[in-house]
């Protein structure tokens, strides 16, 4: 469209105005209050097509790449159009219908305003076009909406100004004329640039251009910000220090990100008096390249990252701090599906299509993965898996349909379970995202940074990366042993190390890493704390590695059923020191004091089987034939009323407690032999009302602590004792426990005759 049609537009509002009325004020308030409803009238036009293009961005999120290629190809057509390079005839004709006459009063210039917009001059020209483009392939309504408002600002911008200076600004846009091919060359040069930026991926780089304003990070919701912090921001003239970078792994995208920690940048400024710069990484990979070769000063990693970047760059990274909140310095993955997909557990998503993020991610890949495996499913489980990158496009991807399950940190998940996403299954907590730096970076910097983070509780800033955080806490290297260990597990990758004098305990896998870790760990600590030595887990990854482990004399001591025990104690020397009481939740209808546990056989609601006598010639899932809940008491149950479980029935070693709930679930075995405590423990993966407990074993002596093989006889003895005198009811209530009692060779005698 010409500049003389826009005016031609504009006078038809006005011109009207000023025939029928010479009061220089009252034409002057005419001709303003009619253009405000002309630029309103085009507004809502251009607005909506930024929003509705963000929304079928929003379905085509899964093409984000194909529309980011395409479109950068157009927009660099459109800058060689703008530029006079080439030349199109379609691109610079006016489309438009007129409207009869304008309808009276400020409707009808309103009126006229839509049809200005609706006349598609704007719609097929390249610097709407552009502007389009980008919206939809961000994804978010209100993204398009804040690109589309500033574009209606622009245009409005000349209208109201030529309304409060009609004369002098039509005798001015005159003058101006002679500089516009000047103007439509560098527009078309920039238009060319940005279509190089779109099409490369490399857009997010104008932000090392703009970090103080933010540009190209408006994607993503609005997040609460500290508003004492947005009025601080860095001048390059208020401090003479040089900055530093701080990175960001891309969990939502660049811009979300960005717009996430500006509020901490702005605290760091104002705290360190020095500016800081944010740098969305591309991906992890860089991330962790970033920080383990010195290209970043800090970074916000997720655990398994930290991980990665402590086993590439031993030595050139430290912990600073991680996040904390409610539940300490700890977060949560989820499964998620959508809310009316009639999927109610973990365990229904056998053959379904999931969605991953990035394979360096904990939350949306490493800790899904050893949820999925607690409920017996495996990767190739699945009809097909897909890896989407950013936890945003999960959640999306799962609300669209195109994936039935999703995989990602709970924090991210909550923000789409308004829109119909339904969580299924939460993780048990795991260690938080954590601010590490590089070696590069002076002490006293890293010490300055772990004191103003460490201040920093209860602020907006904190809010504004994770509504979740309430604040830091100093961070350790041990901290995120647990993640070594599922990396361990799954990948096959060895990061675990143990100094040459820490003191080893390795703990029986009868649960996930996750929950071992979560129960014991702290028990860890208070013993390193008063004996002065460094205690740490072992967790093996199956009841055989344990007794290997154990019997290989690597650890200095172990805690497992009292079955294995005698086994271990056949072959090498072990010495119990004390029992659990009160071990684990106890199952629903038992009576135990505390001092035992018991094993149980369960069916599916709905089986034939009444009776124990039905079990003959019937398919038995087992947790292991050394599982003294999971086999061995119901052996010596069933002994005592004529079965035995050798000849008489199927025996299928299922490995893990939960594979054999989770089997009888699904109908894959007639019953199961498990631990009581292990039906209150998965009661959140399966329905407990399609299980029977068909019954229940006598009481067997509960788990023991034991010293292995050469160790320091004073330190044996000063950890019985600490055990013994154990009251600390935060450590009991992590291991399920009430105490520790005193035990002795005797009372294991009864399982060493099997």
Same mark, same amino acid.
């Given at each position: 469209m010409t500049s003389r049609s826009h005016w031609r537009s504009l006078q038809v509002c006005c011109l009207s105005c000023l025939k029928s009325r010479a009061d220089k004020k009252r034409i002057r308030f005419l001709t303003i209050t009619n253009s405000l409803a002309f630029i309103s009238g085009f507004s809502l036009i251009f607005i909506a097509l930024g929003a509705s293009s963000s929304v079928a961005g929003k379905f085509l999120f899964e093409y984000q790449d194909w529309i980011r290629i395409i479109g950068g190809i157009l927009v660099i057509f459109f800058g060689l159009f703008v530029s006079g390079i080439i030349r199109l005839d379609f691109l610079s004709r006016e489309k438009k219908f007129h409207l009869s006459g304008k309808p009276a009063g400020y409707i009808g210039t309103f009126f006229v305003g839509m049809t200005?917009?609706?006349?598609?001059?704007?719609?097929?020209?390249?610097?709407?076009?552009?502007?389009? !483009?980008?919206?939809?392939?961000?994804?978010?309504?209100?993204?398009?909406?804040?690109?589309?408002?500033?574009?209606?600002?622009?245009?409005?911008?000349?209208?109201?100004?030529s309304s409060l200076m009609f004369n002098s600004f039509l005798s001015y846009s005159v003058k101006i004329r002679k500089y516009m091919r000047v103007i439509m060359i560098a527009s078309g040069l920039l238009l060319i640039v940005?279509?190089?930026?779109?099409?490369?991926?490399?857009?997010?780089?104008?932000?090392?251009?703009?970090?103080?304003?933010?540009?190209?990070?408006?994607?993503?919701?609005?997040?609460?910000?500290?508003?004492?912090?947005?009025?601080?921001?860095?001048?390059?003239?208020?401090?003479?220090?040089?900055p530093l970078v701080l990175s960001v792994l891309p969990v939502e995208s660049a811009g979300a990100m960005y717009e996430r920690f500006l509020p901490l940048k702005y605290y760091l400024e104002n705290q360190l008096k020095r500016p800081v710069i944010i740098k969305v990484a591309k991906d992890y990979e860089s991330a962790v390249r970033g920080i383990g070769e010195g290209v970043v000063h800090l970074a916000f990693l997720d655990p398994a990252a930290y991980c990665e970047v402590m086993a590439q760059y031993k030595n050139r990274v430290v912990p600073l701090v991680r996040s904390m909140g409610k539940e300490g310095a700890t977060s949560r993955s989820v499964? !998620? !599906?959508?809310?009316?997909?009639?999927?109610?557990?973990?365990?229904?998503?056998?053959?379904?299509?999931?969605?991953?993020?990035?394979?360096?991610?904990?939350?949306?890949?490493?800790?899904?993965l050893a949820m999925l495996n607690d409920v017996g499913l495996r990767v190739n489980d699945f009809a097909s898996v897909d890896f989407l990158e950013q936890e945003d496009r999960v959640a999306l991807s799962v609300l669209i349909g195109d994936h039935e399950v999703g995989a990602l940190s709970e924090s991210v998940a909550r923000k789409y379970t308004g829109d119909g996403l339904k969580i299924i299954k939460t993780s048990e907590a795991i260690p938080s995202f954590v601010l590490c730096a590089s070696n590069?970076?002076?002490?006293?910097i890293k010490t300055a940074v772990v004191k103003v983070?460490?201040?920093?509780?209860?602020?907006g800033t904190i809010s504004a990366i994770d509504s979740d955080i309430e604040g830091f806490a100093a961070a350790e290297d041990r901290d995120f042993d647990v993640i070594r260990v599922m990396i361990k597990n799954l990948t096959g990758k060895d990061y675990i190390e143990y100094r040459p004098k820490t003191i080893k305990v390795a703990v029986l896998p009868l649960y996930s890493a996750i929950t071992i870790y979560n129960?014991?760990?702290?028990?860890?600590?208070?013993?390193?704390?008063?004996?002065?030595?460094?205690?740490?887990? !072992?967790?093996?990854?199956?009841?055989?590695?344990f007794m290997r482990v154990v019997k290989s004399g690597k650890v200095d001591f172990s805690y497992q059923n009292p079955y294995i025990f005698a086994l271990i104690d056949r072959e090498v020397d072990i010495k119990p020191l004390v029992t659990t009481i009160g071990e684990d939740s106890p199952s629903e209808g038992s009576k135990d004091n505390g001092d035992s546990y018991r094993g149980v056989i369960i069916t599916r609601q709905d089986s034939a089987i009444r009776n124990i006598s039905g079990l003959r010639n019937k398919k038995i899932l087992i947790t292991s034939p050394m599982s003294a809940g999971g086999y061995l008491s119901q052996r010596l149950f069933l002994m005592k009323a004529g079965i035995d479980t050798e000849k008489d029935m199927k025996i299928i070693d299922a490995k893990r407690q939960e594979n054999v709930i989770l089997g009888v679930y699904r109908g894959e075995a007639d019953a199961g032999f498990v631990r009581g405590s292990a039906l209150v423990v998965w009661k959140d993966a399966v329905d407990m009302k399609k299980i029977r407990v068909l019954a229940r074993t006598t009481p067997i002596p509960n788990w023991p602590f034991a010293a292995c093989g050469k160790s320091n006889p004073s330190l044996v003895g000063e950890v019985k004792r600490l055990l013994i005198d154990l009251k600390d009811e935060a450590i009991l209530q992590a291991a399920r426990i009430k105490g520790f009692k005193a035990a002795g060779d005797a009372d294991f005698e009864v399982f060493r005759q099997y």
């Amino acid at each position: 469209m010409t500049s003389r049609s826009h005016w031609r537009s504009l006078q038809v509002c006005c011109l009207s105005c000023l025939k029928s009325r010479a009061d220089k004020k009252r034409i002057r308030f005419l001709t303003i209050t009619n253009s405000l409803a002309f630029i309103s009238g085009f507004s809502l036009i251009f607005i909506a097509l930024g929003a509705s293009s963000s929304v079928a961005g929003k379905f085509l999120f899964e093409y984000q790449d194909w529309i980011r290629i395409i479109g950068g190809i157009l927009v660099i057509f459109f800058g060689l159009f703008v530029s006079g390079i080439i030349r199109l005839d379609f691109l610079s004709r006016e489309k438009k219908f007129h409207l009869s006459g304008k309808p009276a009063g400020y409707i009808g210039t309103f009126f006229v305003g839509m049809t200005f917009a609706a006349a598609w001059t704007p719609c097929i020209g390249p610097i709407l076009g552009t502007i389009l !483009v980008y919206a939809s392939s961000k994804g978010s309504a209100a993204y398009g909406f804040k690109l589309l408002s500033v574009y209606s600002l622009g245009l409005a911008l000349p209208f109201f100004l030529s309304s409060l200076m009609f004369n002098s600004f039509l005798s001015y846009s005159v003058k101006i004329r002679k500089y516009m091919r000047v103007i439509m060359i560098a527009s078309g040069l920039l238009l060319i640039v940005f279509g190089i930026l779109l099409l490369t991926n490399n857009v997010r780089q104008l932000t090392s251009f703009f970090p103080d304003m933010g540009m190209f990070a408006c994607s993503g919701d609005d997040t609460a910000r500290d508003d004492k912090h947005k009025q601080q921001k860095y001048s390059p003239s208020k401090y003479a220090s040089p900055p530093l970078v701080l990175s960001v792994l891309p969990v939502e995208s660049a811009g979300a990100m960005y717009e996430r920690f500006l509020p901490l940048k702005y605290y760091l400024e104002n705290q360190l008096k020095r500016p800081v710069i944010i740098k969305v990484a591309k991906d992890y990979e860089s991330a962790v390249r970033g920080i383990g070769e010195g290209v970043v000063h800090l970074a916000f990693l997720d655990p398994a990252a930290y991980c990665e970047v402590m086993a590439q760059y031993k030595n050139r990274v430290v912990p600073l701090v991680r996040s904390m909140g409610k539940e300490g310095a700890t977060s949560r993955s989820v499964l !998620v !599906v959508k809310d009316n997909s009639g999927i109610e557990k973990a365990a229904d998503v056998k053959g379904k299509r999931l969605a991953l993020g990035n394979k360096q991610s904990s939350f949306s890949y490493l800790i899904p993965l050893a949820m999925l495996n607690d409920v017996g499913l495996r990767v190739n489980d699945f009809a097909s898996v897909d890896f989407l990158e950013q936890e945003d496009r999960v959640a999306l991807s799962v609300l669209i349909g195109d994936h039935e399950v999703g995989a990602l940190s709970e924090s991210v998940a909550r923000k789409y379970t308004g829109d119909g996403l339904k969580i299924i299954k939460t993780s048990e907590a795991i260690p938080s995202f954590v601010l590490c730096a590089s070696n590069i970076l002076p002490q006293e910097i890293k010490t300055a940074v772990v004191k103003v983070l460490g201040s920093l509780q209860g602020r907006g800033t904190i809010s504004a990366i994770d509504s979740d955080i309430e604040g830091f806490a100093a961070a350790e290297d041990r901290d995120f042993d647990v993640i070594r260990v599922m990396i361990k597990n799954l990948t096959g990758k060895d990061y675990i190390e143990y100094r040459p004098k820490t003191i080893k305990v390795a703990v029986l896998p009868l649960y996930s890493a996750i929950t071992i870790y979560n129960r014991y760990d702290p028990l860890m600590r208070y013993l390193s704390q008063k004996t002065g030595y460094e205690f740490k887990l !072992v967790i093996p990854k199956d009841f055989e590695d344990f007794m290997r482990v154990v019997k290989s004399g690597k650890v200095d001591f172990s805690y497992q059923n009292p079955y294995i025990f005698a086994l271990i104690d056949r072959e090498v020397d072990i010495k119990p020191l004390v029992t659990t009481i009160g071990e684990d939740s106890p199952s629903e209808g038992s009576k135990d004091n505390g001092d035992s546990y018991r094993g149980v056989i369960i069916t599916r609601q709905d089986s034939a089987i009444r009776n124990i006598s039905g079990l003959r010639n019937k398919k038995i899932l087992i947790t292991s034939p050394m599982s003294a809940g999971g086999y061995l008491s119901q052996r010596l149950f069933l002994m005592k009323a004529g079965i035995d479980t050798e000849k008489d029935m199927k025996i299928i070693d299922a490995k893990r407690q939960e594979n054999v709930i989770l089997g009888v679930y699904r109908g894959e075995a007639d019953a199961g032999f498990v631990r009581g405590s292990a039906l209150v423990v998965w009661k959140d993966a399966v329905d407990m009302k399609k299980i029977r407990v068909l019954a229940r074993t006598t009481p067997i002596p509960n788990w023991p602590f034991a010293a292995c093989g050469k160790s320091n006889p004073s330190l044996v003895g000063e950890v019985k004792r600490l055990l013994i005198d154990l009251k600390d009811e935060a450590i009991l209530q992590a291991a399920r426990i009430k105490g520790f009692k005193a035990a002795g060779d005797a009372d294991f005698e009864v399982f060493r005759q099997y």
